[in-house]
């Protein structure tokens, strides 16, 4: 099936198979290997994405239990496409690299998407409510801690 759909930006116009999921249709046919696979059962968020549809606000959704099929028109938005066109870093990545907010880096990519729309959707969150709120991205690394204070910076930059 033919599909178009934005991705970061760009017109993008892909044949794949109908049941091909989201995260197939950004690693295997766009090559945007941002967006990590690491449970394909929607339980860890290193698939996260940002998915905007007819002129919404974007949401974070974990691309590997989508169909590549219900984007169709949407404009997604994967770890490659937040930084500024000069290569200036998302206030959200800044935040994540100076508060240490990563350690192997293979939750990272979903960690901060989820953590951007974390802010849009609550931009005045507290500490346990940002805990709360990336429940559904599992790192293995960092415990956390530096991951809410990247949040927390985020917050004051975004602000």
Do not use: W
């Not at 178009?4 to 760009?10: F, S």
């Not at 994405?49 to 691309?63: H, N, P």
């Not at 990272?108 to 802010?119: A, K, N, R």
């Amino acid at each position: 099936m033919q599909l178009q759909l934005k991705v970061n930006g760009k017109p993008v116009t892909a044949d794949v198979p109908p049941n091909t999921l989201l995260v197939q249709l950004l690693r295997e046919h766009l090559q945007l290997t941002g967006t990590h696979v690491g449970c394909d059962t929607a339980q860890c968020g290193a698939c996260t994405v940002l998915v905007q549809s007819d002129g919404g606000e974007s949401r974070a959704i974990k691309s590997c239990n989508v169909l590549a099929a219900q984007m169709q028109g949407a404009e997604v938005t994967t770890i490659e496409g937040i930084a500024a066109a000069d290569g200036t870093m998302h206030p959200m990545q800044a935040a994540f690299k100076d508060a240490h907010g990563l350690q192997c880096g293979f939750c990272t990519p979903g960690m901060v998407l989820s953590s951007i729309d974390l802010l849009a959707q609550h931009p005045q969150a507290s500490e346990a409510e940002i805990r709360e709120l990336l429940e559904g991205n599992i790192c293995r690394c960092t415990g956390y801690q530096n991951i809410v204070k990247a949040v927390q910076q985020a917050q004051q930059a975004m602000a």
